[in-house]
């Protein structure tokens, strides 16, 4: 992790009373290095090649996304969704555009280690407010030469967050409270001020506290730090131990982020010695050990709250060492963008595999959502063939219908036509084949609204047992239960089947003499026929359960069937009117099961968000040495 060779081959450790800093071994600066009063002449932007392109595609791409489902990877995903959209605006793709523009120094660490006096003292003027009160950087302080303001001013990196000239303005932008707008994450204010004292190519961010009591400040921090092209952690000796600053330390190098650190405030008698080689053990566990180190003793300020020149003069200088050389300041940069690009190879994985997390529930609670319909359509198919239709109501009125030959009647003569209707409107009953396909309808119906009642309880049984599934169902309770028009529905279906019948009777009779010579009554009493026999038995092989049931009659509505059209014409007019049967029963369930469907398509799982992460983290790895040939 050491920010370039050329930079610095040992760790510089500024005591009290000593003046140790980095040593450059770089070259004399070159021609196009800026110099103290002269802005660096500006370079037109290289070729944009395609890693830009990816990048930008990228960015789109995972702004768009959204694990809607609340599986465990999801919220870890959403976070580095953002992380890495933030990453990608506020550093990466501008940065890219110019790659020799002024470098970016965020100074950042935790609560009271004394950054914003670290920053004042650099650029000797308080520029940004140092206090006692917590937390006291509010809105984030950037400083910079005169001849850098029109690169930070024009929103290049940060794009999100509102430049500001002047002290007053903090990350809220107008609500007076600390940190951005919890509305609108990651904007606010940067104000942005000119220090004659700093060297041109070379800026400092004041950051909030990393530790901040105020959570829009941690974030805001996390997003400036993430825009870095150096991270100078600030640490004191009573705090260079702890957790948080480690934890975003390692995330700096998981990035490849170049850092330097410098612990404050270290109290004299012999304490840097026991300190310094602490804290460098701990650096080089932590896989730090090249890290540059600068070491500021504990000391009065002066009337300004000021550090003395000569205990910032190593870091001071070797800041400006790295500002005026350009090919080290490119190191730096290339090392950042570098690593921030490889790291987005990390975060893609990720994200892809939580894509895949979310296909992968939608297809459990798809196949849950099948198999109970599958299983209400094999409970109806059970029920059509197994002759369950023919009890109760259904029976009574069938065995009314054969009992009283009005059946037979029919088929035979136009005269039991004429004397139904008579019977009829003497007794105002309807004839008992009407009764007859009423009580048919009502039994199918019964069958239908049961199957799909269970149908939905029990996909929504699985549904509940699944944390995807659960919350799908809060937002819509309903489905648990059949659709409020099924009973329209399944009446639909039962009288537009029984019609079908008739019509497939009236077809397939057309050219039979019998039929030819029978009135459309004879046709009613044909259909009929050819239900019961639908719901008596498989292929007109009716078992002894069966004929129990339908007092023998299965057999004499064959015989009927078979006079008029023929044993094998019988047996395929019934096989049809048992498909055609089915073919709307699965058409109903399709319609049940599609409000499942409907509620799954509505979270927008995206099948192909992961290959198409995959693919472009590809592209992005085979671009990515444009980076070092960029001039």
């Not at 119906?445 to 549904?463: C, F, N, P, Q, Y």
């Not at 129990?548 to 008029?564: F, N, P, R, S």
Request: net charge neutral.
């Amino acid at each position: 992790m050491a920010l370039t060779s050329r930079i610095m081959d040992d760790l510089p450790v500024t005591t009290q009373g000593e003046s140790v800093s980095a040593r450059s071994t770089g070259p004399t600066p070159s021609s196009d290095s800026p110099s103290s009063g002269s802005p660096p002449r500006p370079r037109e932007p290289g070729p944009a090649g395609s890693l830009p392109a990816r990048l930008t595609e990228l960015r789109d791409t995972v702004r768009a996304t959204r694990f809607a489902l609340p599986l465990p990877s999801a919220e870890r995903a959403g976070a580095v969704a953002a992380t890495m959209v933030a990453q990608l605006d506020d550093y990466l793709l501008p940065r890219l555009e110019r790659l020799d523009a002024p470098l970016l120094v965020v100074v950042g660490g935790s609560t009271g280690a004394g950054k914003s006096t670290l920053v004042n003292s650099l650029v000797r003027t308080p520029i940004s407010p140092a206090g006692v009160l917590r937390p006291t950087t509010r809105a984030p302080v950037l400083v910079c030469h005169p001849a850098d303001m029109s690169w930070f001013s024009r929103s290049n990196l940060l794009p999100t967050l509102t430049r500001t000239s002047g002290p007053g303005a903090d990350a809220t932008a107008h609500s007076g409270s600390a940190g951005p707008r919890k509305d609108r994450p990651g904007t606010g204010a940067l104000q942005v001020v000119s220090a004659q004292a700093l060297v041109p190519g070379l800026a400092l961010l004041d950051a909030p506290d990393i530790d901040s009591i105020v959570d829009a400040n941690r974030q805001l921090a996390g997003q400036l730090l993430a825009a870095a092209d150096l991270w100078l952690f600030v640490t004191t000796a009573a705090r260079y131990a702890d957790a948080v600053p480690w934890t975003l330390l390692h995330t700096a190098r998981n990035r490849g982020t170049a850092v330097a650190l410098v612990l404050d405030r270290v109290p004299g008698g012999g304490a840097v010695n026991e300190i310094g080689p602490h804290l460098k053990q701990m650096l080089e566990e932590h896989r730090l050990g090249e890290v540059p180190l600068f070491v500021l003793p504990e000391t009065r300020l002066d009337s300004q709250g000021l550090l003395a020149e000569a205990q910032i003069g190593p870091l001071r200088d070797w800041l400006g060492r790295l500002a005026r050389d350009s090919e080290a300041r490119a190191a730096v940069v290339r090392q950042t963008v570098g690593g921030a690009i490889d790291a987005l190879t990390v975060d893609v994985v990720i994200l892809a595999a939580a894509a895949e997390d979310q296909v992968a529930a939608a297809g459990t609670l798809g196949e849950a959502v099948h198999q109970a319909y599958r299983a209400a359509t094999e409970s109806v198919e059970k029920g059509i063939h197994d002759g369950a239709l023919l009890r109760g109501e259904v029976l009574a009125r069938w065995q009314e219908l054969v009992g009283t030959g009005d059946i037979m009647r029919a088929l035979q003569a136009r005269v039991g036509k004429v004397r139904d209707r008579v019977v009829a409107a003497i007794t105002g009953r309807p004839a008992p084949g009407e009764r007859f396909q009423e009580a048919l309808g009502s039994g199918l119906a019964v069958l239908l609204k049961a199957a799909a009642t269970d149908a939905a309880e029990r996909a929504g049984t699985a549904w509940r047992a699944h944390p995807a599934g659960a919350a799908l169902l809060d937002a819509a309770p309903e489905l648990v239960r059949p659709s409020d028009d099924l009973d329209e529905r399944v009446g639909r279906l039962t009288r537009d089947w029984q019609r079908a019948v008739l019509e497939l009777v009236r077809t397939e009779a057309g050219d039979k003499r019998v039929m030819a010579r029978a009135s459309a009554y004879a046709v009613n009493a044909t259909g009929l026929l050819v239900m019961v026999s639908v719901f008596a038995a498989t292929a007109f092989i009716p078992t002894g359960a069966e004929i129990a049931v339908a007092g023998g009659t299965t057999i004499a509505a064959q015989k009927v069937l078979e006079a008029i059209f023929g044993d094998q014409a019988v047996r395929a007019l019934a096989e049809r009117a048992r498909q055609d049967l089915g073919e709307r029963v699965a058409e109903l369930f399709a319609t049940e099961s599609d409000r499942f469907r409907a509620a799954l398509t509505g979270a927008g799982v995206d099948e192909e968000l992961s290959p198409r992460l995959r693919a472009l983290s590809a592209e992005i790895h085979q671009a990515r040495p444009e980076v070092d040939r960029t001039p």
